[in-house]
């Protein structure tokens, strides 16, 4: 058989494995194994006595694969963006940036969500991770708008949607994932994140207000604040931006001149920053280590995730299957421009019963080389490529639509898990309730993710500068 | 129909033009019987291409000795400081003596490896931002994007080798993490290295990496005896195409220099005699010793190197 | 999509058992959190060497890679414990009791199988980097400071092992839950609807808010 129909047989394989439920992880790296056992044996002729050969030569290549592949600098930026999250809880980041919002903007018609909204993508800066986020607003600002009297789906959906803005602003962990997947700088995507990251919450707030003046009582201003007031709520919501400024800094510096350092660096002072500020909170070695704690089980499920996929992509490398796969692509007889929208409309049909990370990890290996194929090859000119943009510009253009993707997935039925989350907070909302409070936020979400495909220049501008 | 898969990494470049090339000749050379499908990072990561050679995961690989110094002492004296070597016919010349050297076939034995032919890659001059640097004092506190022997050399005469990955070289540049960087000049270019630039040294010469491309033993010997002379036979064409290639971006280099307005920085013999002495003697004789005692005639690889770099230069 | 689930503990042998080795994982799984605690400190004393002093840690990316293997591998068999590795469990979910056990069992021993693998490989993948006759033992260095990485390398074996044990252990658990027949089975997790499981997130995050009411206005 030859290398590419075994790589389509167990690429089916793997796709059985988690649809039956086994453990993702675990399914990619087994799939894997399994394929390189198969085209070595092929290799040796299927004859009984070489099967042991061709077994200890997978076995050894599948075992590289874990060290290999986690010692990596790049990957680093993972944990330390997840405990940057952690650590901010126990710094009391997310009441104090609620209330600074709710101070300075509230009096907006439909005030508090526009203020849920603002103080999200400000956490979302210290935050990588989508869920936690939600899971943590949902717990400061529904209370507060129901109290008021806003209708309790729409406050739910709001908070549902808002936490999705996390893994576009950096840090962002499903980015760092990307980037190392298709081998490109973790920098400029980091960078490429923040304008369509800003550019979402705008377009919510944006639905938001135009909700509130159409129908009055779904969420009334709230007014009255004095600008002591306003100003006393600042200081608590600094290390947001020291944080944010750090970040930027090391990657891209904005005010000219050099930036300061390199984004692993960036990421780990930052980190550092929100421990100081947690310590000083009074944070004790019990919080602490729990912290450290939920940063290793979710930095070891991620990465068993990441090892375990890259030994099936290993064996993709023996298969070539994502060279077959390219080239079927191109040699396809429609517009690169609708086969792209096609495979992101695959991706949006995928992630209702997908896991985000999972998604991407499974399905890049094959699709990215494609896309880039599509447009004109790794190193295409802009002026020569089907997209309007050079290989590397591509490369960042189609991580942040996926992620939008991905990030979208998390508040579509059936399996939209941002949703589940905040039911699970509240006990007075179901989760039908959520799902249906965040059904305007689907139209905005498609009016984003179109506009980043109609105009390139919304996610390119601010790594086109850090040339 | 004999197929050997061959692990390299990157995309194909002037790196890799020897290893299409070689390709391109045994096929031609054996009507399509034997032939390399070379995959650009698909088998394997480049720092773990002799443990790939070593499993049999594949039957050709390049890799460099710097990436890990333990897996093959040996072949690091070609990696020491201030060799000499000036251009890429005499490090084509060097290297390929001391593959031939039995000491280094037994170091990559080891890994069931056998030497086929060299990479050759140009000095590892610096490129570099503000004033340009002409004496040895000037290296003093000089952050240095480094690695190796070359990083070594440079922490001897007060410079302050510094980490950072050849894909964030160009980002460390630009923030000041350091002031200068060591790289061949494809790699000054494809780095964009070159763009922050306001000066390159000529003729510093601190040394390079050494990267060989190696076959597994076992495949090789199970080549037929057409193959085996199709496949030897074409190592030296493929270096010869190797060294065009090379030259045609060594002609531009001097062109985007001069585009670009880089200065062309020349040390004084004087300072360089200065550089030896401080840098390279020392580390020479710190790598002999610490070779000896494992029990690989260092000395006698070092003499070779620069018996052979005489003879290159006498031959011609 | 689900991870986290609940392990129920009772007075039975295999539950001893499993909260033996859960005191063995959270130490693993603490010594990973540690070491994401030390990639903070890396940077900080990389940085400020570097502008203070003009004194950059030499080889910090040799000893970032160095770090990595300790976070990514250590906590392994502790996430495999709460069933916190991601997997889709729409079709198990619907699966009740034997039929349920079945699937677990076969899945278990399916990974069981390739972490064996793994083990054997990753071992291998060490011993090519270790010589008892070589200088600090190393057959393979990093590129900058020349640092031994079988140490490193070492972790990959010796975390897989621990994880096959707990796989052992669920196996175990889920074949006796299917002979027996039981409804709440020990020593494996349980898999909760989204629902429940959203709720035990929550739960876990109650804890952080409340110490961040604690801490004053927050
Ligand atoms: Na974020
Ligand atoms: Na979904």
């Known amino acids: 058989m030859e290398p590419i129909e075994i790589g389509l047989w167990v690429t089916s394989f793997l796709l059985v494995l988690v649809v039956v439920g086994m453990r993702v992880a675990f399914a990619a790296g087994l799939a894997g194994l399994v394929g390189l056992i198969w085209i070595f044996w092929a290799k040796f002729g299927y004859s009984p006595d070489k099967f042991g050969k061709a077994l200890t030569v997978s076995v050894k290549i599948a075992g590289q694969v874990p060290h290999s592949k986690v010692s990596s600098q790049a990957l680093s930026l993972i944990p330390t963006f997840i405990l940057i999250g952690y650590l901010a809880y126990y710094a009391g980041l997310t009441r104090a940036l609620f209330e600074a919002a709710k101070r300075w903007i509230a009096w907006l018609p439909g005030g508090l969500a526009v203020s849920t909204v603002f103080a999200t993508a400000g956490f979302a800066a210290v935050s990588g991770a989508s869920v936690a986020t939600s899971a943590v607003f949902a717990r400061i600002a529904i209370p507060e708008m129901l109290a008021i009297g806003y209708n309790k789906r729409f406050a739910a959906g709001v908070v549902a949607a808002a936490g999705t803005l996390a893994s576009l602003i950096p840090p962002s962990a499903i980015l760092v994932i990307y980037a190392i997947i298709v081998e490109q700088d973790v920098g400029k995507l980091l960078l490429a994140g923040f304008i369509p990251g800003a550019f979402s919450a705008v377009v919510y707030v944006l639905l938001i207000v135009g909700i509130a003046m159409v129908f009055k009582n779904v969420g009334p201003p709230v007014t009255g604040f004095t600008w002591r007031q306003r100003f006393e709520a600042l200081p608590g919501a600094l290390p947001i931006v020291f944080v944010v400024v750090i970040i930027i800094c090391f990657v891209y510096n904005p005010f000219g001149g050099d930036a300061w350092g390199t984004p692993t660096e960036g990421g780990a002072l930052g980190a550092f920053v929100v421990f100081c500020m947690a310590l000083w909170r009074g944070m004790r070695w019990g919080e602490f280590k729990s912290a450290l704690l939920e940063t290793a089980k979710l930095t070891v499920m991620i990465f068993t995730i990441i090892w375990g996929v890259l030994i099936y992509v290993r064996f993709l490398g023996f298969a070539d299957l994502p060279g077959a796969f390219s080239d079927w692509i191109t040699s396809l007889e429609m517009s690169p421009m609708v086969i792209l929208i096609c495979i992101l409309l695959a991706y949006a049909v995928l992630g209702m019963f997908m896991d985000a990370i999972g998604m991407l990890l499974l399905t890049l290996p094959v699709v990215y080389p494609a896309v880039m194929a599509l447009n004109g090859g790794e190193s295409v000119a802009a002026a020569d490529s089907a997209f309007g943009m050079s290989g590397p510009m591509c490369a960042i253009w189609f991580g942040i639509l996926v992620v939008k993707m991905a990030e979208f997935c998390l508040i579509t039925p059936p399996i939209g898990l941002n949703c589940f989350v905040v039911a699970g907070v509240r006990d007075d909302l179901s989760v039908q309730d959520v799902f249906r409070g965040v059904m305007p936020f689907f139209i905005a979400d498609g009016v984003t993710i179109a506009l980043l495909v109609a105009f390139p220049a919304i996610v390119l501008y601010l790594p086109s500068l850090a040339q | 129909a004999t197929e050997w898969n061959v692990s390299v990494w990157g995309k194909r470049r002037a790196f890799t033009e020897h290893v299409e090339k070689l390709a391109e000749l045994v096929s031609a050379k054996t009507d399509g019987e034997f032939t390399l499908n070379i995959s650009y990072g698909g088998l394997s990561k480049n720092k773990e291409n002799l443990d790939g050679i070593s499993i049999g995961a594949f039957e050709m690989a390049q890799f460099c000795a710097g990436y890990h110094r333990d897996k093959n002492p040996s072949i690091t004296v070609l990696e020491l400081p201030f060799l000499g070597v000036n251009t890429l016919e005499e490090e084509v010349a060097v290297s390929h003596a001391v593959y031939d050297h039995p000491a280094a076939q037994k170091d990559l034995a080891r890994w069931n490896a056998k030497l086929l032919m060299t990479s050759p890659m140009p000095q590892y001059n610096i490129v570099g931002t503000g004033d340009p640097r002409d004496t040895v004092a000037d290296f003093k506190d000089m952050r240095v994007r480094a690695t190796g022997g070359i990083g070594q050399a440079f922490s001897a005469v007060g410079a302050v080798p510094t980490s950072v990955t050849a894909t964030e070289a160009y980002n460390a540049m630009e923030s000041g993490v350091v002031d200068t960087v060591a790289f061949a000049q494809h790699a000054h270019l494809s780095f964009g290295t070159i763009n922050r630039a306001d000066w390159w040294t000529a003729n510093l010469n601190p040394g390079t990496v050494n990267c060989p491309v190696v076959v597994n033993t076992d495949a090789y010997d199970a080549l037929s005896g057409a193959e085996r002379e199709a496949l030897d036979s074409s190592v030296d064409e493929a270096i010869a195409h190797y060294l065009d290639n090379y030259g045609a971006l060594l002609a531009k280099w001097d062109q985007v220099l001069e585009e670009k307005g880089v200065t062309k920085v020349m040390m004084s013999e004087e300072e360089l005699a200065k550089f030896r002495t401080t840098a390279a003697d020392p580390i020479r004789e710190q790598w002999i010793k610490d070779m000896e005692a494992q029990g690989i005639p260092g000395q006698e690889l070092y003499d070779l190197v620069i018996k052979t770099l005489t003879d290159t230069r006498a031959g011609n | ?218």
């Open chain 3, 1 to 218: 999509m689900a991870g986290n689930a609940a392990v129920l503990e009772d007075g039975s042998l295999i539950s001893r058992l499993d909260r033996k080795l859960l005191h063995v994982e959270q130490v693993l799984a603490l010594l990973s959190g540690l070491a994401v605690f030390s990639l903070m400190l890396l940077a900080v004393v990389s940085v400020g060497g570097r502008n203070a002093l003009n004194a950059p840690l030499p080889g910090y990316v040799d000893w970032i890679e160095q770090v990595m293997p300790l976070i990514a591998f250590m906590g392994i068999a502790f996430v495999q414990r709460d069933g916190g590795h991601i997997r889709m469990d729409i079709v198990i979910g619907a699966l009740r009791g034997r039929a349920l056990w079945l699937f677990e069992l076969v899945s278990i021993l399916l990974i069981l199988l390739l972490m064996l693998a793994l083990v054997w490989g990753s071992w291998s993948h060490f011993t090519r980097s270790f010589d008892f006759a070589a200088p600090l033992w190393s057959r393979d260095s990093s590129i900058d400071i020349g640092l031994p990485i079988w140490p490193a390398k070492l972790l990959a074996p010796v975390a897989f092992s621990v994880l096959c044990l707990r796989l052992v252990l669920q196996a175990w658990g889920y074949g006796r839950a299917m002979v027996l027949g039981l409804e709440n089975p020990p020593a494996v997790p349980m898999i909760l609807d989204a629902a429940e499981q959203a709720a035990a997130e929550a739960e876990q995050l109650v804890g952080h808010e409340d110490d961040d009411a604690m801490s004053g206005q927050g």
